[in-house]
C-alpha cells in the first residue's frame, strides 16, 4: 500500500485554528480538523469551540463530564490531518501509527519529514520542504486548503489575505511555506480586469529600463570632462545597487519582526514579497512590475540628488549605474528560477533556492553573496540527506 503524506503541526500552529471557521483539536501526536463537526456535535458548537486549538485526550476520557464512545473515535480519525511535531508525541506516534502513515521523524539541523514511502527524508521545519526540487511539485490546492485553513489556490488570493482575518504569526508561518500551482501557472490574484497587470515577462525589464539607462549615461555624459569619468561614477552607483538590493531583501521585502499585526501590514506584505515566497516558481509574478519599481525606485533618485547635490550629471550617472544594476538582479532572479545555467550562477541558483526552500531568514543576496558574508547572513551549504 503506498504512503500517504501528511504534514507537521507545530503547538503554535494548532493553537491558532480554534474558532468556527477552523476548529482543530489534538489527541496525543495527531491533529484533527473538525471544523465541519463543530455544529454537529451532540453537546452544542460552544463546548467544541471552548477545547478548540487544545488537547482534547484528557477530556473525551472524562467520565465524570461525558466519557467518548468508540464512534467519537472513529469520527476523528476520519479527520486526521497531520502531527503535532513535538519529540514526545513523535515517538509516541510512531509506535501507535500503522506504517503507512508516519508522522516526521526529527533530525538536526532543524528540519523533519518523511516522503510517505519506505524512505524517510530530511525537511526543514520552517518551509516543509528538503530540497529545491520540493519547489516545483504541484500542490493539491483543495487538500492543501483543508489542511491550513489559509489560502485556495484556486480562488483570488488577494481579497483571502485581505479578509482572513489571520493572525501575523500564522500568515508569516504559512506564507513562507511554498506551494506550487498547476505546473507553475500564475493563482489568481486578483480574480478580474486587473489580473494581466499583476503578471510581468522577465523581457520587460530590459526591453522598459535599459533605455532610460542608455539615454541618461549620456546625457551625463554632457556635464562630465571625458567617458573615463562616466564610468566611474557609473560603476560606482552599479556597486551600491548591490547594498540596496541586500537591503531591500532584508529590510524591507523580509520585514517579518515588524510587520504590523493587521490585514493592512499583513496584504502589503504579501503584495510586495510574500506572493513571491508563497508562489515561488509563479514565473509571471517574479520580476518587479514596472509600475512597482518607479515608486521604490523615485526616493533613490531623490537620495542621488542630494548626496551628489554639486552636480547632476555625477548623480545621473551614478543613477543610472544603480538602475543597470537593478535591470542585472531581476534578470538574474528570473534566471536563478526558471533556467539552466552556466557553474557560477549554478552555485548562485542553489544558494538564492535554498533561501526558499531551508531559510528563508538568511541569503537575503540575489546577485551575489557578498553582503552576506559581510553581514553574518551568508546560508550554509546544504545537502538534501534521505534517511532510512
Not at 533605455?211 to 551625463?220: D, E, L, R
Not at 515588524?258 to 506584505?269: F, Q
Amino acid at each position: 500500500m503506498p504512503g500517504r503524506t501528511l504534514p507537521s503541526i507545530t503547538p503554535a500552529e494548532l493553537a491558532n485554528h480554534r474558532g468556527a471557521k477552523s476548529c482543530y483539536v489534538s489527541i496525543g501526536a495527531k491533529v484533527f480538523d473538525i471544523t465541519d463537526f463543530v455544529d454537529d456535535h451532540p453537546g452544542g458548537a460552544g463546548l467544541i469551540l471552548d477545547h478548540g486549538g487544545k488537547d482534547v485526550k484528557a477530556t473525551m476520557e472524562d467520565e465524570l463530564s461525558h466519557s467518548h464512545s468508540d464512534a467519537a473515535y472513529e469520527i476523528l480519525e476520519e479527520h486526521l490531518i497531520g502531527f503535532i511535531v513535538d519529540d514526545p508525541v513523535l515517538d509516541s506516534a510512531t509506535k501507535e501509527h500503522p506504517p503507512e502513515i508516519l508522522p516526521p521523524p526529527l533530525a538536526a539541523g532543524g528540519v523533519r519529514g518523511t516522503d510517505g514511502g519506505n524512505r524517510r527524508k530530511l525537511v526543514f521545519e520552517t518551509t516543509g520542504l528538503s530540497s529545491a526540487e520540493d519547489l516545483s511539485i504541484p500542490t493539491d490546492a483543495q487538500s492543501d486548503y483543508r489542511t491550513h485553513r489559509f489560502l485556495d489556490l484556486n480562488r483570488p488570493l488577494l481579497m483571502q489575505v485581505w479578509n482572513g482575518g489571520f493572525t501575523k504569526s500564522f500568515y508569516l508561518e504559512q506564507v513562507h511555506r511554498p506551494r506550487h500551482y498547476k505546473g507553475g501557472e500564475s493563482a489568481p490574484l486578483f480574480g478580474n480586469f486587473l489580473e494581466p497587470l499583476s503578471k510581468t515577462p522577465w523581457w520587460v525589464v530590459p526591453l522598459v529600463w535599459l533605455p532610460p539607462v542608455a539615454y541618461g549615461t549620456f546625457a551625463a555624459r554632457e556635464g562630465l570632462v571625458h567617458w573615463g569619468q562616466v564610468c566611474a561614477y557609473w560603476f560606482l552607483g552599479l556597486g551600491l545597487w548591490t547594498l540596496v538590493e541586500y537591503g531591500l531583501h532584508r529590510c524591507l521585502f523580509h520585514v517579518d519582526k515588524y510587520l504590523p499585526d493587521n490585514r493592512v501590514g499583513i496584504t502589503l506584505h504579501f503584495l510586495l514579497h510574500g506572493i513571491h515566497h508563497y508562489l515561488p516558481m509563479d514565473k509571471y509574478r517574479l520580476v518587479m512590475p514596472p509600475t512597482l519599481f518607479v515608486v521604490l525606485a523615485t526616493p533613490f533618485w531623490k537620495l542621488a540628488q542630494l548626496v551628489f547635490y554639486w552636480n547632476w550629471h555625477i548623480a545621473t550617472a551614478v543613477y543610472c549605474g544603480g538602475i543597470f544594476g537593478y535591470i542585472c538582479y531581476d534578470m538574474t532572479h528570473y534566471f536563478l528560477h526558471h533556467r539552466s545555467l552556466p557553474s557560477y550562477y549554478r552555485e548562485l541558483k542553489k544558494y538564492h533556492l535554498q533561501h526558499h526552500y531551508a531559510d528563508y531568514e538568511n541569503g537575503f543576496g540575489v546577485t551575489s553573496r557578498f553582503w552576506d558574508r559581510i553581514f553574518g547572513t551568508e546560508l550554509p551549504p546544504q545537502s538534501a540527506k534521505k534517511v532510512t
